[in-house]
C-alpha cells in the first residue's frame, strides 16, 4: 500500500478510483520455501560439522569447486527407502557426496563421482574416496588395487571393496549399515563399530 500517494485534486475521498499504482506488489519467497532454506543451511551445519567442511571442501575434485552445494535427498525429509532415492537422483549427472550421522554421532560417508543409480556391476572412476568427518578427519582416496567403486542394487548400495569387504554399505531402508577395511580405498572402520545405525543420512550434488 503507498499511504504517500495522495487523491486527485478535486476528488472527494471516497469517490476516486483507486489506481492499482498505489499498490505495489512485491515479490517474495514464501514461508515454505524460506524454511526449507533455513533447514538446508541448518542440517547442512549438523552433517558437516564444524569447521571440519572446510576440511572436506578441499578434498573435493576441481571440477566441484565454485559449484553450490544443493541438498537432494535426506531421510528427515524424504523418508528412508533407496528406491527414492534412486528417483531423487534420476535426473542429475552431478557427483555426489553421502553424509551420514550413525547412533554414535559419528559423521562419515562417501563422495562417489556419478550419482547413485542401481547398476549390474561396479562403475564410477577414481575420483570417489571415502572420509570420516567427526570425531576426526580423514580421507581414503583410491589405492589402484582395483576399480570396484560404486554398486547399486534395490536392496543396498556398496562404496568400495574386494574379498567379500565394503567400505560403505548400506540397506535398502537406509538404517542399516556397514563399514570395513577395502582394497579399493585402504580404509579402515568409518565407524567405531562395523556394524552401525544410520540416524540421519544426506545426499548433496553441484550446480
Known amino acids: 500500500w503507498r499511504p504517500d500517494l495522495c487523491l486527485l485534486e478535486g476528488e472527494e475521498e471516497g469517490e476516486a478510483d483507486h489506481d492499482e499504482e498505489e499498490f505495489v506488489l512485491v515479490e517474495d519467497k514464501g514461508e515454505e520455501e524460506e524454511e526449507e532454506e533455513e533447514e538446508d543451511e541448518e542440517t547442512l551445519q549438523t552433517l558437516r560439522g564444524s569447521g571440519d567442511d572446510w576440511e572436506l571442501s578441499q578434498e573435493l575434485p576441481p571440477r566441484t569447486v565454485g559449484r553450490t552445494w544443493q541438498l537432494a535427498y535426506s531421510t528427515s525429509r524424504h523418508g528412508a527407502s533407496l528406491k527414492s532415492l534412486y528417483r531423487k537422483l534420476g535426473n542429475t549427472d552431478s ?113
Open 95 to 207: 557427483p555426489v557426496l553421502i553424509v551420514i550421522k550413525d547412533a554414535l554421532d559419528e559423521l562419515f560417508g562417501a563422495f562417489l563421482s556419478e550419482p547413485l543409480k542401481p547398476s549390474e556391476k561396479f562403475y564410477g572412476t577414481g575420483e570417489t574416496f571415502l572420509f570420516m568427518l567427526h570425531p576426526r578427519f580423514k580421507c581414503f582416496r583410491w589405492t589402484g588395487e582395483n576399480s570396484f567403486f560404486i554398486k547399486g542394487d534395490l536392496d543396498c548400495f556398496a562404496v568400495g571393496g574386494g574379498r567379500g569387504h565394503f567400505g560403505l554399505w548400506v540397506d535398502e531402508n537406509l538404517y542399516l549399515g556397514r563399514s570395513s577395511p577395502c582394497y579399493t580405498f585402504n580404509n579402515c572402520s568409518l565407524s567405531e563399530t562395523d556394524d552401525f545405525r544410520i540416524m540421519e543420512l544426506e545426499v548433496w550434488t553441484f550446480s
